[in-house]
């Protein structure tokens, strides 16, 4: 059974700093791309930051590049997100997701159950 | 960036009945990179359908999908109270874009 776990989430003050992992299980790592989408409270989806299989490749919504970083540990199997200089707009549910598999292009097959991140003083 | 708009905002219908959700891109979605996803109250995303009318596994066939270029459709056939949720389109064809949801009422 896939799963996705997410983790790291919490309080944290406007211009801090925390990092999201996602421990995904039931398929093999190192061949899917994952992505981070998120939701503000009470509103829509929207995606936040992709990376490929080896980490050499990410790519980022304009709102986040120069802030947030993400990556992953393929030995340890684990998909992070690095998030820097929060701000009160950045207080949402992130999801880890992880792509389908194939040529084209690809749809987010499975999501995580979410970790609420809420950036106030 | 493309822009998904989907209509209607809210649908209250009864089950049994047919639901039938629109989302219409700003601009031609090419090859049909469109999913739907339905998110219930307090839980995560699940995704419905991809290509644009390909079900995902698991998913029962009164859920179809249809469209292209420009507007794309979600059909529920003999809506069941379980489809209470609020449904998401998504273009894949050019970065990833989610449209603002159809809220889906059944009772």
Redesign the interface.
């Known amino acids: 059974e896939v799963q996705l776990v997410e983790s790291g989430g919490g309080l944290v003050q406007p211009g801090g700093s925390l990092r999201l992992s996602c421990a995904p299980s039931g398929f093999t790592f190192t061949t899917y791309w994952f992505h981070w989408v998120r939701q503000a409270p009470g509103k829509g989806l929207v995606w936040v930051s992709r990376v490929n299989g080896d980490g050499s490749d990410t790519w980022y919504a304009d709102f986040v590049k120069g802030r947030f970083t993400i990556s992953r540990d393929n030995a340890e199997s684990t998909l992070y997100l690095q998030m820097n200089s929060l701000r009160a707009e950045d207080t949402a549910v992130y999801y880890c997701v992880r792509e389908s598999y194939g040529t084209g292009r690809r749809y987010f097959e499975y999501w995580g159950q979410g970790t609420l991140v809420t950036v106030s003083s | 960036e493309i822009v998904l708009t989907q209509s209607p905002g809210t649908l209250s219908l009864s089950p049994g009945e047919r639901a039938t959700l629109s989302c219409r891109a700003s601009q031609s979605v090419s090859?049909s990179?469109l999913?739907w996803?339905q998110?219930k109250s307090g839980?995560?995303?699940?995704?419905l359908i991809?290509?644009p009318s390909t079900r995902?596994t698991g998913i029962p066939d009164r859920f179809s999908g249809s469209g292209y270029e420009t507007d794309f459709t979600l059909t529920i056939s003999r809506l069941e109270p379980e489809d209470s949720a609020v449904y998401?389109c998504?273009q894949?064809?050019n970065?990833?874009?989610?449209?603002?949801?159809t809220k889906v009422e059944v009772k």
Do not use: E, K, N, V
Not at chain 2, 43 to 47: D, F, K
Not at chain 2, 95 to 101: A, D, L, P
């Open positions: 090859i990179y999913a996803y998110q839980q995560a995303p699940r995704l991809y290509g995902a998401y998504q894949y064809a970065s990833w874009t989610f449209g603002q949801g």
